[in-house]
């Protein structure tokens, strides 16, 4: 290692492949010298405060631990894939998206966190309580040992509301996961609580949202499954779509059926508020049968659309509809500002 005149230090390959595994080893595992550990009974993990020292070091548990193993506190132990489950909750509610990218940059640059997860003694298995989709970037990229920081004290419980609490302080949810984690605490975790108030402000608290939109939220698992995936789409507006859970199942069907045919009518128009607000008055009142058609659009609607399109694809949100839409705002505008031109 030297330095030259910019006091820039210069490492051979070998010496930045040795620095690169060094600073893996540390963020991974704490330690750049691993041994075992050797199971003691002691204080056991409080998952809400999770805090991997300098000083942890690791475990390998490639079969069921025996009976009398006990996991201290703030320790990473390496386990076997085949041990772990993941948690059923957890699937049916949260959706599981861009799994190949999240395993193609761990194949890139590494992993550096860890699984947390529950010893269920009687069954000799873990359960993950958070780390569900670095779970599974890592199995897609074949890893046999994870990373994990286990606790082998919480009830069933207290389990979902640790799953809730992390996913969400750090998840971006769709409306469909707010619905589906609400129903759950309201059938597994509020009815064992003591709260002063009504039931709407103690979730509202939970989840930290308002109580308007406890409310929105739960009509949505009210609606039928063509239209609870509309109310995932950004490209439709689910607080009024969630305003058709008091129609019956064919209303709503009758609804889905209009605004698909709005949609492939004129697939360069969005989809507002006011549309579906009207979709739905003309339903109630039996005048669904006129051709629903487009307000008019004008230049700078176009422009603010294709503004937010930009917003979206600059904080990342970008995906294969989102272009596609944009490029046909693009191409309205584009044609807009030709007529335009034309006529002056």
Same mark, same amino acid.
């Given at each position: ?24 080893? #540390? ?34 548990? /490639?079969?069921? &631990? ?33 799994? %190949? ?9 590494? =992993? ?18 958070? !780390? ?13 040992? $994870? ?20 996913? $969400?302080?750090?998840?971006?949810? #769709? ?7 609400? #129903? ?12 002063? !108030? ?10 930290? $949202? ?8 739960? !009509? ?12 995932? %789409? ?8 969630? /305003? ?17 045919? =709005? ?6 128009? &969005? ?16 005048? %669904?049968?006129?051709?629903?058609? &487009? ?15 930009? /917003?979206?694809?600059?904080? !990342?949100?970008?995906?294969? #509809? ?9 191409? %309205? ?12």
């Amino acid at each position: 290692m030297s330095f030259d005149n910019s006091n820039r230090i210069n490492r051979t390959v070998e010496q930045e492949e040795a620095l690169r595994e060094e600073r893996r080893r #540390k963020m991974m595992f704490g330690s750049s010298s691993l041994s075992p550990v050797e199971a003691k009974p002691g204080n056991l993990i409080n998952p809400m405060t999770l805090n991997v020292s300098a000083e942890d070091t690791q475990l390998v548990i /490639s079969e069921s &631990p025996s009976d009398d193993m006990v996991f201290v506190n703030n320790k990473v132990y390496m386990i076997n894939a085949n041990l772990i489950d993941e948690h059923p909750e957890n699937v049916e509610i949260f959706s599981m998206d861009d799994i %190949d990218a999240f395993a193609k940059d761990i194949d890139d640059v590494g =992993f550096y966190g860890v699984i947390v997860c529950r010893y269920k003694r009687n069954e000799k298995r873990f359960e993950i309580i958070a !780390g569900h989709r670095r779970f599974r970037g890592l199995r897609k990229n074949n890893t046999e040992l $994870i990373p994990c920081v286990v606790v082998d004290n919480m009830n069933d419980r207290d389990t979902l509301t640790f799953l809730l609490k992390d996913n $969400i302080n750090n998840r971006k949810w #769709k409306p469909l996961d707010y619905a589906r984690a609400i #129903k759950l605490y309201m059938d597994k975790i509020q009815p064992y609580k003591n709260y002063q !108030g009504r039931s709407r402000d103690d979730i509202a608290e939970f989840f930290h $949202i308002s109580a308007t939109m406890v409310h929105r939220y739960c !009509g949505i698992l009210k609606l039928i499954p063509e239209l609870q995936e509309l109310t995932n %789409d950004s490209d439709y507006p689910f607080t009024a779509i969630t /305003s058709a859970s008091a129609m019956s199942e064919e209303e709503q069907k009758l609804l889905y059926e209009k605004i698909m045919e =709005f949609v492939n009518v004129n697939p360069s128009s &969005p989809v507002t508020r006011r549309l579906i607000e009207s979709l739905i008055k003309k339903i109630k009142n039996g005048t %669904d049968n006129q051709k629903v058609t &487009p307000k008019a659009v004008y230049v700078d609607d176009y422009i603010y659309k294709v503004r937010t399109q930009l /917003s979206k694809i600059n904080k !990342g949100e970008k995906v294969v #509809k989102d272009k596609k839409q944009t490029l046909a705002y693009i191409h %309205d505008l584009e044609a807009l500002i030709d007529e335009i031109k034309s006529k002056l």
